[in-house]
């Protein structure tokens, strides 16, 4: 089992950059890919990005692309995600998840671990 721990700053005004934490603790060695996902009041969940544990390897949802970016720190087991650019509409509970090896990365059912969430609220 793999624990995930979301942390984040909770309210951001528009147009800052948000910066989200996900921490991961036990059997990590048996996950390989860890993405965010979110999900806005009354939407769907939504992917937003992942990255290979081991490669390094990045995936972006189109509507993420040019103003997020994942990365990890391995020495602390740690994923971080940075999204520029906030608006109203990326108010949402983001959560980290962690898979073994999904046929791809926005592939949900591959993904055993699943963190509490962050609330994130972008407000003026």
């Known amino acids: 089992q793999v624990r995930l721990r979301e942390s984040g700053p909770g309210l951001v005004k528009p147009s800052q950059t948000l910066s989200l934490s996900c921490a991961a603790s036990?059997?990590?060695?048996?996950?390989?890919?860890i993405s965010w996902f979110r999900r806005a009041p009354g939407k769907e969940r939504e992917y937003v990005a992942g990255i290979n544990w081991t490669g390094g390897s990045t995936y972006y949802a189109d509507s993420m692309k040019g103003r997020s970016t994942i990365s990890k720190d391995n020495a602390v087991n740690t994923v971080y995600l940075q999204m520029d650019g906030l608006t109203p509409e990326d108010t949402a509970t983001y959560y980290c998840?962690?898979?073994?090896?999904?046929?791809?990365?926005?592939?949900?059912?591959?993904?055993?671990?699943w963190g509490q969430g962050t609330q994130v609220t972008v407000s003026s």
């Open positions: 036990g059997r990590t060695f048996t996950r390989n890919v």
């Open positions: 998840a962690a898979a073994l090896s999904p046929p791809h990365f926005t592939w949900v059912k591959a993904y055993t671990d």
